[in-house]
């Protein structure tokens, strides 16, 4: 028997329906995590921190997408912030565009990469950094085309250092999860 992430991987042999439930899957887990972190820096007395230190919506986004492949991941990508600030106000308006943006790059592109003979940390870089770009390219298009005076690039900027900590924790446990999943399958 193959592993279930080599099945997965097989994108011709995962139907569009399990893609879609994938994305939806990932899209619970990317609205829920937050939550469960807003609500530990609450308590720990931490306050919002803890979510844009690990970028909790960005771990399913690119899970799935590695998984599930592009389709997958770029609906997830898409639909959870949207989904998210449906539920709970969160993220702000102002910055949904730029989120869903972001997630979607990073969805897409790590199903893109899904296939290819990369080690699982440089895809996720590739990623990481495509999503990324994605995010500072609508802030200057906001700023330039859209007259959006209340972003700006050193604010973008800074959030990519806020978060590194969250990237560096997505290059680590995501690959471990993903070689669990292989080893944990049943062998031929």
Same mark, same amino acid.
């Given at each position: 028997m193959t592993s279930i992430l080599s /099945?997965? %991987? /097989? %994108?011709?042999?995962l139907s569009l329906k399990w893609q879609w439930v994938a994305a939806a899957c990932a899209v619970v887990c990317a609205v829920a995590l937050p939550q469960i972190?807003? @609500?530990?820096?609450? @308590?720990?007395? =931490?306050?919002?921190?803890?979510?844009?230190?690990?970028?909790?919506?960005h771990l399913p986004?690119?899970? @799935?997408?590695?998984?599930a492949g592009p389709v997958a991941g770029a609906a997830a990508?898409? =639909?959870s912030p949207v989904v998210s600030f449906l539920l709970s106000g969160m993220p702000l308006i102002s910055?949904?565009?730029?989120?869903?943006?972001?997630?979607?790059?990073y969805g897409l592109v790590a199903g893109l990469l899904s296939g290819s003979g990369l080690p699982t940390v440089l895809r996720l870089l590739i990623a990481q950094i495509a999503g990324r770009m994605a995010y500072l390219g609508g802030v200057l298009v906001a700023i330039f085309a +859209?007259? %959006?005076?209340?972003?700006?690039?050193?604010?973008? =900027? +800074?959030?990519? %250092?806020?978060?590194?900590f969250g990237v560096l924790l997505q290059l680590v446990l995501l690959p471990l999860i993903i070689r669990c999943l292989e080893q944990? +399958?049943?062998?031929?």
């Amino acid at each position: 028997m193959t592993s279930i992430l080599s /099945q997965l %991987r /097989q %994108r011709r042999s995962l139907s569009l329906k399990w893609q879609w439930v994938a994305a939806a899957c990932a899209v619970v887990c990317a609205v829920a995590l937050p939550q469960i972190l807003h @609500v530990l820096g609450r @308590v720990t007395g =931490l306050g919002t921190a803890l979510g844009i230190a690990l970028l909790p919506m960005h771990l399913p986004i690119l899970f @799935v997408g590695l998984a599930a492949g592009p389709v997958a991941g770029a609906a997830a990508g898409l =639909l959870s912030p949207v989904v998210s600030f449906l539920l709970s106000g969160m993220p702000l308006i102002s910055n949904l565009p730029l989120m869903m943006l972001e997630l979607c790059v990073y969805g897409l592109v790590a199903g893109l990469l899904s296939g290819s003979g990369l080690p699982t940390v440089l895809r996720l870089l590739i990623a990481q950094i495509a999503g990324r770009m994605a995010y500072l390219g609508g802030v200057l298009v906001a700023i330039f085309a +859209a007259g %959006r005076t209340d972003l700006g690039v050193l604010s973008a =900027l +800074a959030s990519f %250092r806020t978060g590194l900590f969250g990237v560096l924790l997505q290059l680590v446990l995501l690959p471990l999860i993903i070689r669990c999943l292989e080893q944990s +399958a049943p062998k031929e």
